[in-house]
């Protein structure tokens, strides 16, 4: 397994043609191989510049997607995405009164075609590093609607409704595997929402017990990930939100850290710890000398680029909880896990890489 010091969640600013074409191509102005294009031009583009910071896991960016999550769901048989969901307080109002949409499972759920392949086909003809992919977590169906959002009489019985989503999963997988990728990222806001008590309490509503959800999607991870091969590193990564820098959710891991860390076999946790909303260290003590920590220290939310020695003495107070060894350095999420992008320039995301990079050597010797 690769040790990647200093790693990076994944979505990155677009370059100003992405965005602009990719509007265009909505409006019906282009066409998508036209889009396509110009989403490869960026992708080359913004790929040598991640690679020239010292970085060794490298994504495409999610130049081709409007969400982390939904152009990857919404492939897959069976889910729908319709309306939007309530408005985030936190968020600053859209110029387009926008709200991101809800998904819920409308018929039986299948994979009927490959999602990431081709992508990850031509990410890796253009990195001369290790080419990573992020994709969604399969509890990212699951949390927001619950058995509500769930057609009854496609899945009257909810063990199937988890059986299908994992097996839809594994096939993915396996095709991605055939085709090269060594480093897969599953990105999961629901495990880091039930450490908010607000987002249990509204959980508890819908009928779950929030409790026993972490358990249920530890089962279900584990049952896409569990047979995979032996050098296919699975991280995973905990959000609270991440739309245009604001969020969703609040709150440290200490609710779920036990089955988190123990429970799903996973390799790397990619965790966010900016600020206080995600709590202290101390629920490191769970995570077994196995597994590898990735410290979200650096802020993808906000402008002002933090101090490396800031940075090292946090790496230190983690290192009180878990061995040193086991730590890496990460910005705490992407920089665009929605086609808005979060509030910054292009100069302040390499900037904020650099630093990972430069944190990383300084404490690890090496990135």
């Not at 282009?30 to 989403?39: T, V, Y």
């Not at 060794?56 to 130049?63: L, M, R, S, V």
């Not at 594994?170 to 450490?195: F, M, P, V, W």
Request: with cysteine; proline share 5%; glycine share 6%.
């Amino acid at each position: 397994m690769s040790n990647f010091r200093a790693d990076h969640v994944g979505s990155l600013l677009r370059t100003p043609e992405v965005k602009e074409n990719r509007f265009k191509w909505k409006k019906g102005e282009i066409s998508a191989e036209e889009l396509r294009a110009i989403e490869d031009a960026g992708i080359a583009e913004t790929v040598k510049h991640l690679e020239a910071t010292g970085m060794k896991a490298i994504t495409d960016g999610e130049f081709r997607r409007d969400y982390f999550h939904l152009d990857f769901l919404k492939e897959l048989a069976g889910v729908s995405v319709t309306g939007g969901i309530e408005a985030n307080p936190n968020a600053k109002a859209a110029e387009d009164g926008f709200t991101p949409p809800v998904l819920s499972v409308t018929g039986k759920l299948k994979h009927v075609k490959d999602i990431q392949v081709a992508d990850f086909n031509y990410l890796k003809t253009v990195v001369s590093q290790t080419p990573k992919v992020s994709i969604p977590s399969p509890t990212m169906i699951h949390f927001r609607g619950g058995r509500k959002s769930i057609d009854i009489n496609s899945y009257p019985d909810m063990d199937e409704f988890f059986a299908d989503l994992a097996a839809a999963y594994r096939e993915e997988i396996a095709h991605l595997y055939e085709a090269g990728l060594r480093y897969l990222q599953l990105d999961d806001t629901n495990l880091a929402y039930l450490c908010d008590p607000k987002m249990r309490a509204a959980a508890q509503a819908r009928g779950e017990d929030p409790n026993e959800l972490p358990r249920t999607y530890a089962a279900l991870i584990n049952s896409v990930i569990d047979n995979r091969p032996a050098d296919l590193t699975v991280g995973i990564h905990l959000c609270r939100g991440n739309y245009r820098s604001t969020w969703f959710a609040e709150g440290g891991y200490e609710p779920v850290a036990e089955i988190l860390f123990n429970e799903i076999n996973v390799d790397r946790y990619l965790l966010e710890y900016d600020d206080e909303r995600s709590g202290d260290f101390a629920p490191l003590r769970f995570v077994p000398n196995n597994k590898k920590v990735v410290l979200g220290i650096i802020s993808s939310k906000k402008r002002e680029l933090e101090n490396i020695d800031d940075l090292c003495k946090r790496i230190d107070e983690a290192a009180q909880y878990a061995p040193i060894e086991n730590l890496c350095v990460s910005p705490q999420c992407g920089f665009s896990s929605t086609h808005h992008g979060n509030d910054m320039s292009h100069d302040d995301q390499w900037r904020k890489l650099d630093l990972t990079v430069n944190t990383a050597l300084k404490v690890w010797g090496e990135a």
